[in-house]
């Protein structure tokens, strides 16, 4: 009797171990079932880093740039939350995964060399978009290497010439009927080349077309920030108070905090004698929105979708180290090294 249990273990030890190696043998073949898995993991890597992923902006083109992707690749994405240390570090943990193409969106343009350098070390290419480096130092990788990114002086010319067109339609702005639009300037920061730009030629446009311009007193430094800027615009109240006619900000996002706090005090409720322009950049489907109820007067589209869609397309001829624009719609500028999507004006038809 003991011989026959022991002969009955032994028999169902040895039909669990074959159906264990049955297991095993499957799960790791060349079944039908195991090749997603495996023809996934083949497919080429794009690493992304991004300054920030909070940045409405950004996560809208990142949103693009991943569905136009689609399945073709692998992606990889970082974000630094504005800090390039953090960013440097990153970009040393996608070169050790090996990926095959890097797409950037810098949190310190001066630092583009340093990328540019580790991705040549790597052998492989290296897309910038959106905050422009110094394309002289691009050039030393020709071919595997281009900027994707608007013309930084546009955003600001068509601010300008919206606020013109602002000041011609609504002669009641001019509260102290001195003939100049008294305004607030929210800056990104000072050493921005994409921030300098708008702060320039926004108030540089609306002069040249014949409208006198006066600051208010230092642009406020908000960091592309709506709760920077709403603190910004609160502070510029309290000192400035019924002196403010207009609002510039480098974004939507500092622009919708300027919105925020002039709700807080009353304005841009309906009551026309008390309502402050208000003008931003990027046409974010929360501005878009406020133009349309009327708390906010205009913005200059930047075209994330596009933008997305461009460095999609250049990211995949760039794994198959095809030329960066082989097959595509896109066209270099006069640099030879970047391409350019056009800024359009939105006012809600104001």
């Known amino acids: 009797m003991k011989n ?61 740039l ?67 480096p110094d394309l002289s130092i691009l050039r030393s990788y020709a071919g595997k290497t281009c900027f994707v990114g608007t013309n930084t002086e546009d955003a600001g010319k068509m601010q300008g010439d919206m606020i013109k067109k602002l000041w011609d339609a609504h002669p009641e702005f001019d509260r102290n009927k001195d003939g ?29 077309k014949g409208l006198p311009m006066a600051q208010l007193g230092l642009s406020y430094m908000c960091e592309w920030d709506e709760n920077l800027a709403k603190q910004a615009m609160s502070l510029a109240m309290a000192e400035h108070g019924t002196k403010i006619e207009l609002v510039i900000a480098n974004n939507d996002s500092m622009a919708l905090g300027a919105v925020a706090a002039l709700a807080e005090n009353g304005y841009n409720a309906g009551d026309k004698s008390r309502f402050i322009p208000v003008v931003g950049v990027d046409a974010i489907p929360k501005a878009v929105e406020a133009i349309r109820q009327g708390t906010m007067s205009a913005t200059v589209k930047q075209d994330a979708e596009a933008m997305g869609k461009a460095v999609a397309a250049i990211a995949l001829n760039a794994v198959s180290r095809k030329p960066l624009l082989e097959n595509t719609a896109y066209a270099w500028d006069n640099s030879g090294i970047a391409v350019r999507i056009p800024y359009a004006p939105f006012d809600g038809g104001q």
Not at 85 to 98: G, H, I, P, S
Not at 193 to 202: C, D, G, L, M, N
């Open 66 to 132: 991943r569905a136009a992707l689609g399945d073709q690749v692998r992606v990889e994405v970082l974000a630094a939350k504005s800090d390039h240390l953090t960013q440097m570090e990153q970009l040393d943990e996608l070169l050790n995964k090996k990926v095959n193409t890097l797409v950037v969106n810098l949190v310190d343009t001066q630092t583009a060399a340093v990328f540019l350098d580790k991705a040549k070390k790597a052998s492989i290419p290296i897309i910038f978009f959106n905050r422009e």
């Open 180 to 208: 100049k639009f008294q305004y607030i300037m929210l800056q990104a920061n000072p050493d921005n080349p994409e921030a300098v730009a708008r702060t320039e030629y926004s108030v540089r446009q609306a002069v040249e």
């Open 4 to 64: 026959t249990y022991l002969n009955l273990w032994r028999q169902t030890a040895l039909a669990a171990l074959t159906v264990l190696c049955l297991t095993l043998t499957l799960g790791c073949g060349d079944d039908n079932k195991d090749r997603p898995a495996k023809t996934e993991q083949a497919k080429p890597c794009v690493g992304v880093l991004l300054y920030r992923e909070d940045d409405v902006y950004i996560s809208m083109v990142n949103s693009a």
